[in-house]
């Protein structure tokens, strides 16, 4: 049969760039069909009304929504349209996607990660399943990200250091503040082992990209060196360069569709006209992110695929994780530190770098047997002002306040102390309540269903997170820090998606197989997070990006070789 590309890519971010550099490397024709516009590093300014306030790298929530349905406290639903709440689960639509937009801490996950339930047990009300595959499987391809992504950082000997086929990271760690002396100083009193935490932000050039430029505005906003490894900097400017990928931003596709025999013949799209464009193509790879994968997967009806595209079983959508845990901080105030420390907080740019894996897994007897843990991240507060304004412009009682009285708030924050703070990262168990379906009354400016999330959690992981927070707060006082405050709840981070399309050797609890392809039709592959049945207690994208090389050699020798 003869096809536009050998392979269509539905999608741009972390799953899409390793498959469309390693087939275009291999000799395939690629196409990459982008719902979003195509940015460059000049068009990634510092702008915090444009990164967070305005809809400039994310769609406008009155032409595209989700509709989300969060636990009432009574045993129901509550049901409400983002475009109604504001609540934006939106994250960088636009060529290279999300990855544009992250911190860039990159994590490993660990052995036991990839057998959760065999390690640990099952928990009552969670759908746990081990990976078909192992950290060993894995690991080649962690270390192949370290080199063509760029990763920064320094591998420090510690009790739970997952194995590594390399003793360091090819790039050197990015510079760090004066402030993470203080934080090792205090951790290190406590018999911990405070570990630096390794980016995917180049801290020399290399790769026809630049060196980080230490702005201090990286998590949230794009980067305008190209030292952040996004997918599009890293993998899909080098793919483009080979002339066998092309890349069509304004792509919105709708609809895969399929012959009698359920096999995947074409894309169909609109383009930024609105006009309905079609590809063909020999194989098909979706990567739209974990919500946005389910919902187009579950528009694809066909004569062979009734209730959706590689939904025979019911399974598309379900068990949908985000990364549990919360955030919390306080105040390293400057008139209780000595005048060395202060000056060295009031500089910005430098990355704090630093995290804990000491309680990765938990011995406590009260619980009866070991338990999963967490990831703590610590870091300075994000420069910008109008996120800062926002928290302010509530007093202690809770009462709006403005004028001369937000401008004094800001003036002392500001100018007389410096935000510490901390991230959480544990597992989201996969639930019930937890999932991707299509909307039966919302649309979007195509008229396509939007996904309606459910996206209720488990009691469970509430608990570690709380026992994280607790051990977070108890070092933050350590160093001195003032006014701290946690905030651990079942509220899912937008950014931190995955599952809905999990891989297994059962049909019956999974969609795809081991190699990511779906159970029910041979040329169809899922590269994004959708993949993953847990989410280990760290950050997706290393992952992601690993699992999508690791299955860009499984199309290749399927293509031929």
């Known amino acids: 049969m003869n096809t536009d590309f050998d392979v269509c890519i539905v999608g741009s971010g972390a799953g899409a760039g390793p498959v469309a550099l390693t087939l275009a490397e291999s000799g395939y024709s690629v196409v990459v069909l982008e719902k979003g516009p195509w940015f460059k590093e000049e068009d990634f300014y510092k702008d915090e009304l444009a990164s967070r306030r305005r809809d400039v790298y994310t769609p406008n929530l009155q032409d595209e929504q989700h509709v989300i349905e969060e636990p009432d406290g009574l045993g129901g639903w509550d049901c409400e349209p983002t475009s109604v709440s504001g609540w934006n689960f939106w994250r960088g639509c636009c060529v290279g996607g999300s990855s544009n937009f992250m911190s860039g801490f990159f994590f490993r996950m660990k052995p036991e990660d990839f057998r959760l339930l065999s390690t640990f047990g099952p928990i009552d009300g969670a759908n746990l399943i081990d990976w078909p595959i192992s950290y060993e499987d894995l690991e080649p391809y962690y270390t192949k990200v370290e080199s063509i992504v760029g990763v920064s950082g320094s591998v420090v000997p510690h009790p739970l250091l997952e194995p590594r086929s390399t003793g360091n990271f090819p790039y050197p ?311 701290v405050y946690s905030n651990i709840s079942g509220s899912p981070p937008p950014n931190l998606a995955a599952g809905g399309c999990r891989f297994g050797n059962d049909p019956k609890n999974s969609v795809l197989d081991p190699d990511c392809r779906a159970h029910d039709v041979e040329n169809l592959f899922v590269t994004d997070g959708s993949f993953m049945p847990t989410g280990g207690s760290i950050p997706y994208t290393w992952t992601i990006y690993a699992n999508a090389f690791r299955v860009a050699d499984k199309i290749v020798k399927q293509l031929g070789g």
């Not at 997967?297 to 590689?310: D, E, F, I, M, V």
């Not at 928290?391 to 708030?409: E, T």
């Not at 002392?412 to 597992?427: L, S, V």
């Open 173 to 483: 760690p990015t510079l760090e503040h004066p402030i993470s002396g203080l934080f090792d100083t205090a951790c290190r009193k406590l018999g911990l082992h405070p570990l630096p935490t390794p980016r995917a932000i180049l801290s020399n050039s290399a790769m026809k990209r630049q060196s980080c430029g230490y702005s201090g505005w990286c998590g949230s906003y794009g980067c305008s060196t190209g030292a952040k490894g996004s997918s599009r900097a890293a993998l899909l400017n080098p793919a483009l360069e080979t002339g066998r990928c092309e890349i069509r931003p304004h792509a919105k596709v709708y609809k895969l569709t399929t012959n009698a025999q359920g096999k995947v013949i074409a894309a169909e799209y609109y383009d930024r006209d609105g006009k309905q464009q079609r590809v063909d193509a020999k194989i098909f790879v979706v990567a739209c992110q974990s919500i946005e994968t389910a919902r187009l997967l579950l528009c694809s009806t066909g004569t062979r695929h009734k209730n959706g595209l590689a939904n025979n079983t019911g399974q598309v959508g379900k068990n949908l994780i985000f990364s549990a845990g919360g955030t919390g901080g306080g105040d390293l105030i400057y008139k209780k530190l000595g005048r060395t420390i202060t000056e060295s907080l009031k500089f910005q740019g430098l990355f704090l770098n630093r995290n804990l894996q000491d309680w990765y897994f938990i011995d406590n007897p009260v619980w009866g047997r070991m338990q999963k843990g967490g990831t703590i991240d610590f870091l300075l507060e994000h420069p910008g002002p109008i996120a800062k304004a926002i928290d302010l412009k509530w007093d202690d009682h809770g009462n709006l306040i403005w004028g001369k009285p937000l401008k004094q708030a800001l003036k002392k924050h500001f100018t007389e102390m410096r935000e510490f703070k901390y991230e959480i990262f544990c597992d989201w168990l996969p639930t019930d309540n937890c999932f991707v379906s299509l909307d039966t009354k919302v649309k979007d400016k195509w008229g396509t269903p939007v996904a309606r999330v459910r996206v209720g959690y488990h009691p469970h992981d509430i608990k570690i997170g709380n026992y994280l927070a607790k051990k977070a707060t108890y070092i933050m006082r350590t160093m001195g820090v003032r006014n």
